[in-house]
Structures are given as C-alpha cells and as structure tokens.
C-alpha cells in the first residue's frame, strides 16, 4: 500500500531552520517526481519545492535561497531543508509523489510548522 509519512514540523523561532523528512513505502520511489506544499487555513495548498526522479529541483519563488529540497532513493525518503524560516513560512507542510501524465499521486498526512517568537 502506497504510504507517504512525513517528520521533522515543529515549531521554531524566525531566523531559524528545520528539517522535515517524508519517507515513501508502496512505490517505486526512484521513478517518482517528489514535492512539498504548504497551506494555510483558508487559502488553497500552494507548492514549496519539487524535485524530479532525475533531481532536478525547483522552488517558489517565495522560498529560493532559503529552502533546500534533496532526496535519498536507498532511503525512499525526500526532504526539505528550511532555512531562514519566517513567520509567513507557518503551515502545514505536505508530502507529494506523482508522475507525470499518469494518475500516479499520491499525498501524506502533514506536518505542521510553526515560526513564532
């Protein structure tokens, strides 16, 4: 069964860093595109980072320079490294696996950071 369990939300300071993990299970992980969002209550789940089965990332353009996305295929595991983080970084922060052109998506549970003072 396809599981995507995410770790690492917390809560943490402005100016501070975190690390969230997503360890895949039920998938051929080294095929997959994987990504983070984020969401707010009220708003629509936005993307933070991607990268494909080829590591390529990519970033919003909200986190560039801050936030660093990588990925362990041994490890079935993608992970998103948050730097600098700010107080508009709070959310709930979820896991994505996907391949493209396919109905191949799946999500996990999320995780909640929260930056405050």
């Known amino acids: 069964q396809e599981q995507l369990v995410e770790s690492g939300g917390g809560l943490v300071q402005p100016g501070g860093s975190l690390t969230l993990s997503c360890a895949a299970s039920g998938i051929i992980f080294s095929i997959y595109h994987m990504g983070w969002y984020r969401q707010t209550p009220g708003k629509q789940r936005e993307l933070v980072a991607t990268?494909?089965?080829?590591?390529?990332?990519n970033y919003a353009d909200s986190v560039k320079g801050r936030f660093t996305i990588s990925r362990d295929n041994v490890k079935t595991t993608v992970y998103l490294q948050m730097n600098s983080l700010k107080p508009e970084d709070t959310a709930v922060y979820y896991c994505?696996?996907?391949?493209?052109?396919?109905?191949?998506?799946?999500w996990g549970q999320g995780t909640q950071v929260t930056v405050s003072s």
């Open positions: 990268i494909t089965s080829t590591n390529i990332p």
């Open positions: 994505n696996a996907f391949r493209l052109g396919t109905a191949y998506n799946y």
